[in-house]
């Protein structure tokens, strides 16, 4: 079976730091550009991250410089590092490919910023 699944996610004081993970099955990430989407409360779901096939990566201005994402081939595995973490990343942190054609997106996982 193909499937994403987040972990990592929790609760965390404004400057603190994270690290969710994304594992894979079924695909080998190695070969996908995957991407990180989060979604705050009564926001959209928006991108914010991505990492390429040859390892490049891209963020958008809401997190450069705070979050760093990074891929362990061996293990299949996406990692998003998040530094500095502010109120304003509170959100529902999603990884995402596009499979096939189609969206394949993990179950999500629940990031709190707040003290």
């Known amino acids: 079976q193909v499937q994403l699944v987040e972990s990592g996610g929790g609760l965390v004081q404004p400057g603190g730091s994270l690290r969710l993970s994304c594992t894979a099955s079924?695909?080998?990430?190695?070969?996908?550009?995957m991407h990180w989407y989060r979604q705050g409360p009564e926001k959209q779901r928006k991108i914010f991250a991505n990492?390429?096939?040859?390892?490049?990566?891209n963020y958008d201005d809401s997190v450069k410089g705070r979050f760093i994402v990074s891929r362990d081939n061996a293990k299949n595995t996406m990692y998003l590092q998040m530094n500095n973490l502010k109120p304003e990343d509170t959100a529902v942190y999603y990884c995402?490919?596009?499979?096939?054609?189609?969206?394949?997106w993990g179950q999500g996982t629940q990031v709190t910023v707040s003290s």
């Open positions: 995402n490919t596009v499979y096939i054609n189609r969206d394949l």
């Open positions: 079924g695909i080998n990430i190695s070969q996908y550009t």
């Open positions: 990492i390429f096939a040859d390892g490049a990566t």
